[in-house]
Structures are given as structure tokens and as C-alpha cells.
């Protein structure tokens, strides 16, 4: 996934994990609402529609604009939204939501059942919708009133659905701009209900939002005048801005640059708080050529030692051996990875298998490149012949997806909100993770049933991250770390440890 600093408000969703903070003591002095918040982001946004979005990076641009039906917070717990609640039925046939009562887009229509309806069917029929699949479990939508909504189910399915809903399937569109047929790829205009309305708007470039007239339904929103987001790849020269004093917030993930965030806290003279990735970078193989073997993948598995990537990311990229960060309410708290560090073990096992040739596809110029070639000297210690395979970032996953390459080494392991989710994209999905294992696919099966209660959940997933380790598709290595880098004015960035809207934070007048 991009690491983008706007499609923080999203990836620092995917927080959860470990966070930590250097500041100069936090902003102090009374808040400034006519204050303008200047934002830069690594990654450009290319609409600004909520069911056009393709990755991450494009949702933080607009969650200021469109509320969602659910968010998460710091804590990666679910919270309400335009939600208040949410329950499945005792046989898990519907999902009710009972929604706000205060709450108006902007255009003056009235946030209810029939918005919720209007925006589902959008999601599942327009052309190009991007949350389609998202919302296929839906089989129909009934206004139980004005304010409560029942989403039929397809049976046994869509316990993800309160999770998925704090991305932007749940952002909400005036049913009066989806009738009109209104350009929201380009100009969402009074269509959202958020605390911010779109001033000016340059495709990949730039993003102005304005405060929306009137008291937002979220007391904690729209604290500043305005929000000023520009795209600027480079993480350089988006640390010269906050230094320059012309930017007022961005983020880092590299480690060079989350180190010299560290040592900026330490001076007294900014803000920094550092929140480590739920996304896990480590090493995805498919069964193709020697990784047909079990004992190959096994013997690369033990091959790979996670402190040796954390020192080459200086320290940022703590070692992990779970699909899922501590604390997760699926995690088994004293699970052991089945394939801990031991080259003796690995060069034993590739001996056993009469010797052991992959391919490390990576994507060429992103930090997964200098990883590629600690993995390498690695595995050849272990035996291994391991070539490397650079290619196009924009073909990496894609392509792996697809089956084009023996092996990826990536950080595009997300796990979601809901493990039914993470098992539908990485395990049963299409990156295929239980290697088509029968065990691994009744459990998912079970275990995304509305009907349960967590905890029998919680347990048939324990058993599938389990098995699915033990498969070793996936060797999971270690969470990098996010720098959130402020001028020490900006308040509210604790809040932006879960998904989380820009729109929360607020300017001191100091």
C-alpha cells in the first residue's frame, strides 16, 4: 500500500500496534478557528468520489467531506458514527443500523434509511464502483423507520460489514446528488455532511476544503477554517516544509526520515508521534517451482531473521510473528511462530529437499528493495539460490495477484478491522495464503457467521491464522513505523492513531 500522508488518516488506521511519542510538550495556548491547517501528503488523490477510490491514499483527502457510518479509533475499537448502533439479527439473516437524527448533508436532505438505501444501491450498480464486492453480502436494504435500516443478508455472511463501513463503503452521499447524476469525482459540492466542503480541487495535485456553515452533528469536528492539502512524494523535501514552517503537519514512514522526526521531537521544536503500522511487511510465496516443496518454504521461513530487517530500518520495524498486532481480539496472546530464526534448521531442510532455487520479486525504488537483498544473503546462507526480480511498483501486486511471480516480498498485508475481511482478501482471497488448504477454508467459512458471538469467532480465527501460518505462503517480518511531524501548533493527531478525520484537529493560536 502507498504510504501516503493524507492515506494516513487510513494505513495509521490500519494502527493498533505499538505508538509512541516525542513532542515538545504538546501545543498549548487558546485554539485558533480561523486558522488554515497546511497538510502534505505523499500521494496525490485522483477523485474525489467515495465508491471511485482504489487504495487507501484517496480516503483521507475526503473523509473531512463525507461522515462514515462507523470509524475506528485509536485503539483499532469500533466506534459509532452515523451509526449510533448496529446489531445482527439472532440468526444473522440482517444487519440493523439505527442511525442519527441530527444529522443534514449539506444540500439540506435529511441523513435516514432512505440516504443509507440510496447510497448501497449506488455502491452495488454503479459503473466503476469500486466497493461492489464490498457490499455484495447485501442481498436488500428495509427502512424499518426513518432512522433504523436493516441490510438483508446472504445467509451466514457479512460480519465484516461494521468494519468494512469505516472505510469509504460507509461514506454517505446526499441522495439528492445521486439522483442528479452530480460530479462528484471532481466537485462533491453540498453532497457530504461532513465539517468540511470542497473549495478547490486539481486532480494529483491539490486539495482545498473550507468549513461548512452551521454546527456539525460531531462537536469535534471542523475546528479549523480550513484544511490545505498538496501532494509531495518526496519525504525530504515534505521534512523541509515543517521545518521551513510551511507546512503544519506530514508524515513519514522511511527510516531515515522517521529518524530525523525522532531526533526534530527531541529538540523541543516540533511534534512527532510515532504509531506502528498494523500493515506487516514480510515475505509472500505461491507454490510454484521449489516452493512446491513444504520443506522449502519452511526452510525459507526459518532462513529469515526479523531483527536483521529491523536494523536496516535503523530500529523502525518492529519484529512481529502475527498476522494480527497484539491486543486484537482474534489474537491468541501466547501463540509461537512455527518457523523461528535457525539457519542450521533451514539448511538441514534444504538439504532434505535436495536443494532449494526462488525468485524474490520486489517492487524496485520503495523500501522493500533494500529488504529484498537482506533476505537474499540470508536465504543463500541457508542454501537458498535466490535471485532478485525488481519491477515496476505499480505492477507488484497486481501481478503477484495475477500468479506472474514465485514470490513478493511487500508490506501489503492489511489486516482489517474484521478478520473475516483479512481472510476473504489475504488467506481464502485472491493472495491465496491457505494454499488451498480444506481445513483453513470450513473454518473461514464458520468463523464469518453474524450468528456467533466474538469469542467463538476469536477462536475458529486463532485456528486460522494458525494453519495458515504453518502453511508458510506468508512469512510475517516486522510493522514499520509512521511519524506523524507537526510545527507544534496542531492538536488532535492522537486521535488520527485510528481511521479518524483530519477534520478533528484543530490550530493553536500560539
Not at 124 to 151: C, F, P, Q, W, Y
Not at 196 to 201: D, G, I
Not at 237 to 256: E, F, Y
Request: hydrophobic share 40%.
Amino acid at each position: 500500500m502507498a504510504v501516503s500522508a493524507v492515506g494516513s488518516l487510513a494505513l495509521v488506521a490500519c494502527g493498533g500496534g505499538g505508538v509512541s511519542s516525542t513532542t515538545a510538550g504538546g501545543p498549548t495556548g487558546e485554539l485558533d478557528s480561523a486558522a488554515v491547517l497546511r497538510v502534505t501528503a505523499s500521494a496525490p488523490t485522483r477523485n474525489l468520489d467515495p465508491y471511485l477510490q482504489t487504495s487507501y491514499g484517496g480516503w483521507g483527502y475526503i473523509t473531512p467531506v463525507f461522515d462514515r457510518l462507523t470509524v475506528v479509533d485509536g485503539d483499532g475499537a469500533l466506534k459509532p458514527a452515523l451509526a449510533e448502533s448496529w446489531e445482527f439479527a439472532p440468526d444473522g439473516t440482517y444487519l440493523e443500523l439505527r442511525l442519527r437524527k441530527d444529522v443534514t448533508f449539506h444540500d439540506g436532505t435529511p441523513f435516514d434509511a432512505a440516504a443509507v438505501a440510496a447510497n448501497i444501491d449506488r455502491g452495488k450498480t454503479m459503473e466503476g464502483s469500486t466497493v461492489t464486492a464490498a457490499l455484495s453480502d447485501i442481498t436488500g436494504v428495509e427502512a424499518v423507520d426513518d432512522h433504523t435500516v436493516r441490510l438483508m443478508l446472504v445467509p451466514g455472511t457479512g460480519v465484516e460489514l461494521p468494519g468494512v463501513f469505516t472505510t469509504n463503503v460507509g461514506m454517505m452521499v446526499s441522495p439528492r446528488a445521486i439522483e442528479s447524476g452530480a460530479d462528484l469525482r471532481n466537485d462533491p459540492g453540498t453532497s457530504g455532511s461532513g465539517a468540511f466542503l470542497v473549495r478547490e480541487y486539481i486532480p494529483e495535485e491539490s486539495l482545498s476544503l473550507t468549513r461548512a456553515e452551521g454546527t456539525n452533528w460531531d462537536p469535534e469536528a471542523g475546528k479549523v477554517q480550513a484544511i490545505e492539502y498538496e501532494a509531495i512524494s518526496d519525504a525530504s523535501t515534505r521534512m523541509n516544509g515543517i521545518k521551513t514552517g510551511a507546512t503544519d503537519l506530514t508524515w513519514v514512514s522511511s527510516a531515515n526520515e522517521v529518524v530525523e522526526a525522532q531526533g526534530l521531537g527531541q529538540s523541543g521544536a516540533f511534534d512527532v508521534d510515532e504509531v506502528r503500522f498494523r500493515n506487516v511487511l514480510g515475505l509472500y510465496m505461491r507454490a510454484q517451482g521449489d516452493l512446491a516443496k513444504p520443506e522449502v518454504r519452511q526452510a525459507v521461513a526459518t532462513a529469515i531473521d526479523p531483527e536483521a530487517i529491523n536494523a536496516l530500518f535503523s530500529g523502525t520495524c518492529t519484529p512481529s510473528r502475527q498476522l494480527y498486532p497484539a491486543g486484537s481480539w482474534s489474537v491468541d496472546e501466547s501463540y509461537v511462530y512455527p518457523y523461528t530464526y535457525d539457519v542450521d534448521k533451514a539448511r538441514s531442510l534444504v538439504e532434505s529437499a535436495g536443494g532449494a532455487q526462488i525468485t524474490l520479486t520486489f517492487a524496485a525504488g520503495t523500501n522493500t528493495e533494500k529488504s529484498a537483498n537482506v533476505l537474499q544473503s540470508a536465504l543463500t546462507d541457508a542454501g537458498i539460490t535466490a535471485e532478485l526480480d525488481p519491477v515496476p511498483n505499480v505492477q507488484n501486486e497486481p501481478r503477484y495477484i495475477a500468479g506472474d511471480f514465485q514470490s513478493m516480498v511487500a508490506n501489503s498485508f492489511s489486516p482489517k478491522v474484521d478478520p473475516a475481511e483479512t481472510v476473504n482478501t489475504f488467506v481464502t482471497g485472491p493472495y491465496d495464503l491457505s494454499n488451498g488448504n480444506a481445513e483453513i477454508e470450513d473454518l473461514a467459512t464458520k468463523a464469518a457467521d453474524p450468528a456467533l458471538s466474538e469469542e467463538e469467532r476469536a477462536a475458529l480465527y486463532q485456528q486460522i491464522w494458525d494453519l495458515t501460518l504453518q502453511e508458510a505462503m506468508f512469512v510475517p517480518i516486522c510493522n514499520q513505523t509512521n511519524a506523524s511531524v507537526s510545527n507544534g501548533k496542531v492538536t488532535g493527531l492522537d486521535d488520527m492513531r485510528g481511521w479518524i478525520s483530519a477534520s478533528s484537529m484543530c490550530v493553536t493560536s500560539e
